[in-house]
């Protein structure tokens, strides 16, 4: 297991030892985001079940594309929803391989490219926003593919909300509605007032939205959206995944959350830049509490993680007046990356990458899963 500590100790070392230069450094977090993608791509099916389809489908429209039967035009089904976007991406990485494992490392080459982008364009401590990536949302960039990208892609037009540029918001929208369709739970943040809330206004906000939660209305929306948008298979899956009728991480985490923001409330500025975050953190926190009875409720926040990202490494900054706050935000961090660590244990041991053959990570995974024990015994017989 201790591999899999490694990136959080790697980022440690990095946060530590640039606290007084070096930690807006492009080239430091080039490095430690190229890290993270070769980590994650080159491994051997870790994540599980979702790299499996992904590879399976992958395998498909490529042998289409370099002429091993089949047509294009058959390939279409293969899309979820309208997701045009991400099939044409396999279709691009289908003229230059037929392998799966490649086009895995590719794609997750392409997705860190995406967050670096993001970190470069409105971080100013990279270490320490590195540290709370790695809490928030490492782990997921594992496995759901196609959604991970679209997150990178939306994080990417962020800064026009505040500038109003609308075209360019939306034409970034659309793009990454093509990789993954429940990036339109984000486009209503580009309407949402910049401003800075009053405390007790966020606070029963967030209540009501906690007693939305409770009731089957969360539930009614997704089945009306997945009707409006040709995703009904996958909205009710979201709807019927529930998880012991309550999530009480969800509404933990959003009190936490809230709590850290409420502390420093005094201290934050008002510029347009910070209270968007600020308002995208509130809005993460809300997303929770609607979807509090959903086991995957929480994926409809990530588009809004980059608030959390930008407001935390804000916060913990030597620059601000509360000292411990960011030992605070390391251990919160760690916590998290600890849980998800542990949970996803039988998805990601023994770690292996796809350059010696075998059984992948999670025998039990490849036993349900596997389509082609070719890999098995060659991983570059494709």
Request: one cysteine or more.
């Amino acid at each position: 297991m201790f591999i899999y500590f490694l990136p959080f100790i790697i980022a440690l070392i990095y946060y530590f030892s640039t606290q007084k230069n070096n930690y807006h450094s492009d080239k430091l977090l080039a490095f430690y985001f190229l890290y993270l993608a070769l980590f994650v791509g080159f491994g051997d099916m870790i994540g599980g079940y979702d790299r499996y389809i992904y590879g399976e489908v992958f395998d498909y429209i490529s042998d289409v594309v370099q002429g091993k039967g089949g047509k294009l035009s058959d390939t279409f089904y293969l899309i979820g929803g309208n997701e045009y976007g991400y099939f044409l991406w396999e279709v691009f990485i289908g003229l230059f391989t037929r392998n799966r494992y490649v086009f895995i490392l590719i794609t997750t080459i392409l997705m860190y490219s995406l967050y670096f982008f993001a970190f470069r364009q409105y971080i100013k401590n990279y270490p320490l926003a590195c540290i709370i990536f790695l809490g928030l949302f490492y782990y997921f960039t594992m496995t759901y593919l196609r959604q991970v990208i679209a997150v990178g892609i939306a994080w990417q037009s962020v800064r026009y909300i505040w500038e109003r540029k609308p075209k360019q918001f939306f034409a970034i929208m659309l793009l990454a509605y093509s990789f993954h369709n429940s990036v339109m739970i984000f486009m209503p943040m580009y309407f949402l007032p910049i401003k800075k809330y009053n405390i007790n206004s966020v606070v029963l906000i967030m209540f009501i939205c906690l007693l939305i939660g409770l009731t089957p209305l969360p539930g009614l929306l997704m089945s009306g959206v997945g009707e409006a948008t040709g995703m009904e298979r996958r909205t009710n899956s979201y709807a019927n995944n529930e998880m012991a009728g309550f999530r009480f991480e969800y509404l933990l985490e959003a009190i936490v959350f809230c709590s850290i923001f409420f502390a420093n409330y005094r201290f934050i500025p008002k510029t347009k830049k910070t209270l968007t975050f600020l308002n995208m953190s509130f809005v993460f926190c809300a997303v929770l509490l609607v979807f509090i009875r959903f086991g995957q409720g929480g994926r409809f926040g990530w588009y809004y993680f980059f608030g959390l990202i930008y407001m935390l490494s804000m916060l913990a900054d030597n620059h601000f007046r509360i000292p411990w706050m960011k030992y605070f935000v390391i251990i919160l961090c760690f916590s998290l990356f600890t849980r998800v660590s542990f949970a996803w244990s039988e998805l990601l041991l023994p770690y292996k990458t796809f350059l010696t053959d075998g059984i992948p990570s999670s025998p039990i995974m490849y036993e349900l899963n596997e389509y082609d024990v070719n890999y098995t015994l060659d991983k570059f017989y494709r």
